[in-house]
């Protein structure tokens, strides 16, 4: 995965060089980017979070032994920041569309807010529903489904064994399914109306 | 196949899976069960919603940004190595330092202890000589090797008092220039033929000189075999003027055998400045006050002066006390006269002179391994106790360090 050109940057930016360690991740940035931004769902929390991943990975460079790939390494790096900052906001309070589900099922919730869910319709809706899930399904639905990668990388990235990545699927999947049929009614319909 | 069976596996929806979609029992239960129909469905739609979903755009500016924020980082980690080679170079000047500063006490303790020594062997030596010379009993005829040794202490004590004399006459010139307050005191230590005598001498010539001897002891050893006292010796302080101090002490010189001498001169210049300005104030307020009390109308009024008045004329005393104890020292310097007796009684026949020496010997080698061992013991005090509070630190930063590396 390292080519000789690479291995070049990769000797300068380990001596703190950063532009050579910006040259190294340019090829990443919008992977990373958006990887960031489907984890955190914000653009602007995103820019800010990715920027921080590849600086603390800059920063910690030297401990790149180069026994997985670089941008396994990379996107570790990535999705643990995303998952503290997301963590983080949770603990302080922001609200998220994950509140919105947790009054609905709390039957606290009142319509004006049900309205605004239901009326998000197809991607967005979809996005909105990954958003909502738990960090350790959230990561999984991100990376295989969003990002289309494989088990292994997946388990590379995570440090996850392969069994989990796949249960953690099956499971996000299956809380995604269900967040959906109770917020779209109309999908529902939809449904019933192609069988 | 029941709903719970179709869900689990529906969910599972994953390329791997492929064989449980395409199993018979699936397709017909989808088929017959619109509710698993529609999970399917649905999972299928999100699964391709999300593979589909594009993917955003890099924010503007988002590459130069990051690779500015790379660069600072960088410079910063650059800067963060900096100060740590100037700490560990801080570290190496400092350890340089101490090390300077060892080797100086170092310095200072041997060639201390190396004058200590040369002293006690001038010491040991004109001992040696006197009591030689007591032993020839005022022969002249006695053996070369004994004159030599004894002329040779004699050049050697000339040569020492030539240069307490020059020290004193620099001394004397720089408490003459400008009135400045010096309390100079002399130490000497003579060895005498007469006790009695010489301290006679002493006396009689302290008091031609209008000075006065300020203390007086004497004392003499107690022979149990002859049941006599033998050996006298005492301590005198003289009082001299200073003008007359280095006469004094050339006086003294010429009473015996100079076995150690020293003056020391103290500048008293400034604080003996300070007390009589603090005096003239104290004075002026007396002043005021004097006529305050004669002006004063009422009662209560000259109860109030008269209780500061009292207070400064108390404040006024205790100056002048001092005053008079600063000039009494700096116009009568003291000299502190040490004489021993040469033991003659107990010089007898040549056939113990060799114990003697012998005796004296042993007990100056005694001596010498105790002062030894205690330049050992401080020397040790010196360089390794700074030494261990400096690397113990050193130790602990490191320690520190490493502990939140990990």
């Given amino acids: 995965m390292i080519s000789s050109v690479n291995s070049g940057l990769i000797k300068k930016a380990r001596r703190g060089d950063g532009r050579a360690f910006s040259m190294l991740i340019e090829n990443h940035e919008r992977f990373v980017f958006n990887v960031v931004y489907r984890i955190t769902g914000n653009a602007e929390d995103a820019r800010d979070v990715s920027q921080e991943a590849f600086i603390k990975a800059f920063k910690s460079f030297e401990s790149y032994d180069e026994s997985s790939a670089f941008s396994t390494w990379l996107y570790r790096i990535a999705v643990n920041t995303a998952i503290d900052y997301v963590r983080k906001r949770k603990k302080e309070n922001i609200i998220s569309f994950e509140d919105y589900i947790v009054d609905e099922k709390n039957e606290k919730s009142d319509s004006g807010v049900e309205e605004k869910v239901i009326s998000k319709e197809g991607v967005k809706n979809i996005i909105e529903a990954v958003n909502a899930l738990d960090d350790e399904f959230k990561t999984i639905i991100v990376l295989r489904d969003m990002e289309g990668m494989e088990y292994k990388e997946i388990s590379d990235i995570t440090g996850l064994p392969m069994g989990t990545v796949k249960s953690r699927l099956s499971r996000g999947r299956g809380k995604l399914r269900q967040m959906l049929e109770k917020f779209n009614p109309k999908n529902e319909t939809e449904g019933r109306g192609r069988a | ?406």
């Fill in chain 2, 1 to 406: 196949m029941k709903c719970e069976e179709a869900l689990k596996i529906i969910d599972t929806y994953v390329n791997e899976c492929i064989d449980a979609y395409d199993s018979e029992d699936f397709q017909k239960h989808i088929e017959s069960c619109e509710s698993c129909r529609r999970a399917y469905n649905e999972i299928k739609r999100i699964t391709n919603e999300l593979n589909n979903t594009e993917y955003m755009p890099l924010p503007e500016n988002f590459h130069s940004e990051l690779t500015d924020k790379l660069i600072k980082s960088g410079k910063k980690r650059k800067r963060s190595a900096l100060v740590k080679y100037s700490a560990v170079a801080a570290c190496a000047v400092l350890i340089f330092m101490t090390g300077a500063y060892m080797k100086n006490l170092y310095y200072m303790a041997s060639s201390g202890s190396s004058a200590q020594s040369a002293d006690s062997a001038s010491a040991t030596e004109s001992a040696n000589s006197n009591m030689l010379r007591s032993a020839s009993g005022g022969m002249p005829q006695a053996s070369a090797g004994v004159y030599s040794e004894s002329d040779a202490a004699g050049i050697y004590n000339g040569a020492e008092t030539g240069a307490a004399e020059m020290q004193s006459n620099v001394l004397d010139e720089a408490a003459k220039s400008v009135s400045r307050k010096i309390i100079k005191r002399g130490y000497i230590s003579i060895d005498v033929e007469n006790f009695d005598e010489t301290s006679g001498l002493l006396k009689s010539y302290t008091e031609q000189n209008s000075g006065y001897i300020e203390q007086s002891d004497q004392y003499a050893d107690y022979d149990s075999q002859t049941n006599s006292y033998r050996s006298k010796r005492g301590n005198m302080i003289v009082r001299i003027e200073s003008s007359k101090f280095s006469d004094t002490m050339a006086y003294i010189e010429t009473l015996g055998t100079v076995t150690s001498r020293s003056e020391t001169a103290e500048d008293i210049t400034g604080s003996y400045v300070d007390t009589q300005s603090r005096l003239e104030v104290k004075e002026q307020e007396k002043q005021r006050l004097m006529e305050l009390l004669e002006d004063a109308g009422n009662m209560s009024d000259i109860i109030t002066i008269e209780g500061r008045l009292t207070e400064v004329i108390s404040d006024i005393e205790s100056y002048q006390a001092q005053i008079n104890a600063y000039d009494d020292v700096v116009d009568y310097s003291a000299i502190s006269v040490s004489i021993r007796e040469n033991d003659d009684s107990s010089i007898v026949p040549s056939k113990t002179k060799f114990a003697d020496k012998a005796a004296y010997n042993f007990k100056s080698s005694v001596k010498m391994f105790f002062s030894g061992f205690e330049g050992i013991v401080l020397m040790v005090i010196k360089f390794w106790v700074p030494a261990a509070v400096i690397l113990a630190i050193a130790a602990v930063v490191v320690f520190v360090k490493i502990k939140r590396k990990k």
